[in-house]
T-cell receptor, first 114, second 114 residues
Framework: KAGVTQTPRYLIKTRGQQVTLSCSPI?????VSWYQQTPGQGLQFLFE???????NKGNFPGRFSGRQFSNSRSEMNVSTLELGDSALYLC?????????????FGPGTRLTVL | AQSVTQLDSQVPVFEEAPVELRCNYS??????LFWYVQYPNQGLQLLLK??????LVKGINGFEAEFNKSQTSFHLRKPSVHISDTAEYFC????????????FGQGTRLTINP
């Protein structure tokens, strides 16, 4: 099976712009989670989608949003970008929502905000 | 809520030496425990996980970890490291109920010197 894919791999934006990141989960996986990784804050949970519904949400402002499509592919959007949004955004998929299910991570999208 | 503390931000060791990466967690509910590895410019890969049963868990690449409930610890060990083990290692927990997201520690950078 193909792994989790994320596009684009690298992105440069300027403050105030918005950005959309895409994630294709492993075939058959219905849960997709997003994480932000920065040197200062480490890995932080953004949100999780399961069967097109947001199931869990981390402590991020409303500028961060996401959605999941019927084929389980997911997108996350960040509006009004700030310098602090520069980070590696990781997507992970798993078969079900249970915490015992292994999460498989994609390679990430590195976002740089200038 | 859960929290994870990785006691060492950096661990330098010589090749073929043993290594232990320390992880302590805090949680008011039972949790699953995980160790992930991140190689440069890549996503996270699961090394091993503790769900239940034997407290000694064996993972990939010769790593193992021991769950100690009384100490709330889940330390990662390898008896003999290789240059290829140079990477960042993350300890994570997920609750058995509720929002079953991964909560990560800050990571430990393992550097293997020849």
């Amino acid at each position: 099976k193909a792994g989790v894919t994320q596009t684009p791999r690298y992105l440069i934006k300027t403050r105030g712009q918005q950005v959309t990141l895409s994630c294709s989960p492993i075939s058959g996986h219905r849960s997709v989670s997003w994480y932000q990784q920065t040197p200062g804050q480490g890995l932080q949970f953004l949100f999780e989608y399961f069967s097109e519904t947001q199931r869990n949400k981390g402590n991020f402002p409303g500028r961060f949003s996401g959605r999941q499509f019927s084929n389980s592919r997911s997108e996350m959007n960040v509006s009004t970008l700030e310098l602090g949004d520069s980070a590696l955004y990781l997507c992970a998929s798993r078969e079900g929502q249970g915490g015992y299910n292994e999460q498989f991570f994609g390679p990430g999208t590195r976002l740089t905000v200038l | 809520a859960q929290s994870v503390t990785q006691l060492d931000s950096q661990v330098p060791v010589f090749e073929e030496a043993p290594v232990e990466l320390r992880c302590n967690y805090s949680s008011s509910v039972s949790v699953y425990l995980f160790w992930y590895v991140q190689y440069p410019n890549q996503g996270l890969q699961l090394l091993l996980k503790y769900l239940s049963g034997s407290t000694l868990v064996k993972g990939i690449n010769g790593f193992e970890a021991e769950f100690n409930k009384s100490q709330t610890s889940f330390h990662l060990r390898k008896p003999s490291v290789h240059i290829s083990d140079t990477a960042e290692y993350f300890c994570a927990v997920s609750s058995l109920q509720g929002a079953q997201k991964l909560v990560f520690g800050q990571g430990t950078r393992l550097t293997i010197n020849p």
